[in-house]
């Protein structure tokens, strides 16, 4: 939306529902949060600090501040466009803190901008921050997985379309996309209104874009790449459609934050698909199995059993899991 110039109408326009009738993006259920005013005097502070151009909208975003969870406010072209989040900036009003994109992603990290702190992540997530991992992803790795049972992504990813049937034409995250090999297919369906592809990794993401850019059939119009840490998701609660996680859980370091995490974005009637490997498989013989226990520095496996109490744990609704050797795609709702 363009910005209108007198400050009455920036503080009507502020507070308005969140999407402009010119967003390229439009979410369909947003009713809670389109019912909720941005007070005028904060409304105009962030417009200031903002310096609003005619041609640049400011508006609330789809993307929620990673620390409070309030919708951030976007300086730049409006819309899940690769280029358009590329050149805006993002700002929370609450916290006050920016977010702008590195190289080709948009760092909504709670991290991002720090200057002296780092954070060290468990080593199976610190590993797909490696350069050599990232670029080999694709390139090999991935492939490796069919050995454990997966079918392969342009199965995995008919399984998960069909398990997403009813969140046709809302908003999907790739949550862990890597180097975005289903978040692209995700694209090209032409399924979603749009998909934000999202992986801690820095060098995933940048992959990701490599691999977006040498695609000339997939468009760049309804696509982000974001870096966000899976236990601290840059949306507001009940905002997105879908969510996606492919070869994942096994990563991440605390499962239990993250699915919750998962759950509090959701809508109601939302869709969780998620893959990973197994702890064993009904066929790993008894004696084997106590050698298969979880340690801090390895992968965290999960039993079949396992990942069901976690998703009924967290409130989701409707699990249905399918199992091959060691690998488990599994579904979940928001009630
Ligand atoms: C095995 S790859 C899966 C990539 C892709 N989804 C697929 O199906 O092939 C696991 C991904 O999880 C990501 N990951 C690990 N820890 C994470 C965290 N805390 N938050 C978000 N992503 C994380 C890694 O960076 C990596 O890209």
Redesign the pocket.
């Known amino acids: 939306m363009s910005v209108a110039t007198s400050p009455l109408h920036q503080i009507q326009f502020l507070k308005c529902p969140r999407f402009s009738s010119k967003s390229h993006f439009r979410p369909r259920r947003f009713h809670s949060l389109t019912q909720r005013t941005i007070p005028a005097i904060s409304a105009v502070a962030a417009e200031t600090e903002l310096h609003t151009q005619q041609d640049q909208s400011v508006e609330a975003d789809v993307f929620a501040c990673p620390i409070c969870y309030e919708p951030l406010i976007r300086k730049g072209s409006p819309g899940l466009n690769l280029s358009a989040i590329y050149r805006s900036g993002f700002m929370c009003k609450i916290c006050k803190k920016s977010y702008t994109s590195k190289d080709r992603y948009l760092d909504l990290t709670v991290t991002a901008g720090l200057k002296d702190y780092t954070e060290i ?2 080593a ?2 610190e ?3 490696s350069p050599l991992v ?1 670029f080999l ?2 390139r090999g ?2 492939q490796n ?1 069919r050995q454990s049972g997966f079918p392969g ?1 342009d199965e ?1 990813f008919k399984m998960a379309q069909e398990y997403f049937k009813s969140a046709r034409g809302g908003l999907l995250v ?9 978040s692209r297919k995700f694209v090209k369906s032409g399924t979603y209104s749009g998909v934000v592809a ?4 820095e060098n ?1 993401l940048r992959q990701c874009y490599d691999f977006i850019k040498k695609d000339d059939t997939l468009s760049t119009t309804n696509i982000a790449l974001v870096r ?4 601290r998701l840059p949306f507001a609660s009940g905002s997105v459609d879908a969510v ?5 859980l ?4 605390s499962p239990s934050n ?1 699915v919750a995490e998962i759950t509090r974005i959701l809508r109601s009637g939302g869709v969780f698909v998620g ?1 990973t490997f197994l702890r064993y498989s009904s066929s790993t013989p008894w004696f084997i199995r106590p050698f298969r226990e979880r340690t801090p520095q390895g992968y965290g496996y999960l039993t079949e059993e396992e990942i069901r109490d976690l998703c009924t744990s967290c409130g989701l609704t409707n699990y249905s899991s399918k199992t091959q050797q060691a690998f488990i795609m599994f579904t979940a709702q928001k009630p």
Do not use: K
């Open positions: 992540q468990p199976r997530t590993l797909f921050r990232s992803y694709e790795w991935r997985f992504p995995e790739d949550v862990s996309c890597g180097s975005g090999l289903f999202l992986d801690f990794s995933m966000a840490d899976v236990s996606h996680a492919g070869a994942a096994h990563c991440w370091p993250a893959s």
